[in-house]
Nanobody
Framework: QVQLVESGGGLVQAGGSLRLSCAPS????????MGWYRQAPGKQRELVAV???????NYADPVKGRFTISRGIGKNTVLLQMNSLKPEDTAVYYC?????????WGQGTQVTVSS
């Protein structure tokens, strides 16, 4: 069992920045992958970014060049740095962890970008 606790959401104006943090209940390096997904009202949950156990990363096209996923230095966390935010980035952002064949989700954190 893995618990994931997210933090860092909020309200920001377009062009601004936010940083999300996800803290798993076990060592981050023991997980096969961690990632961020988002779900806007009336839409399906979609991938934002993922970081694998080997450190490789992958991003959805809409966020490439604006968002960066990384492991926290000295902290057991995964960070999502979001820059140049747009109103269309407004959504609930969920942290996802994969341990062997099981997927775990955090409770979600709201990100709202005003125009």
């Amino acid at each position: 069992q893995v618990q994931l606790v997210e933090s860092g959401g909020g309200l920001v104006q377009a062009g601004g920045s936010l940083r999300l943090s996800c803290a798993p209940s076990r060592n981050i390096f023991s997980l096969n992958a961690m990632g961020w997904y988002r779900q806007a009202p009336g839409k399906q949950r979609e991938l934002v970014a993922v970081i694998m156990s080997d450190g490789s990363t992958n991003y959805a096209d809409p966020v490439k060049g604006r968002f960066t996923i990384s492991r926290g230095i000295g902290k057991n966390t995964v960070l999502l740095q979001m820059n140049s935010l747009k109103p269309e980035d407004t959504a609930v952002y969920y942290c996802k962890g994969v341990l062997r064949a099981t997927t775990y989700w955090g409770q979600g954190t709201q990100v709202t970008v005003s125009s």
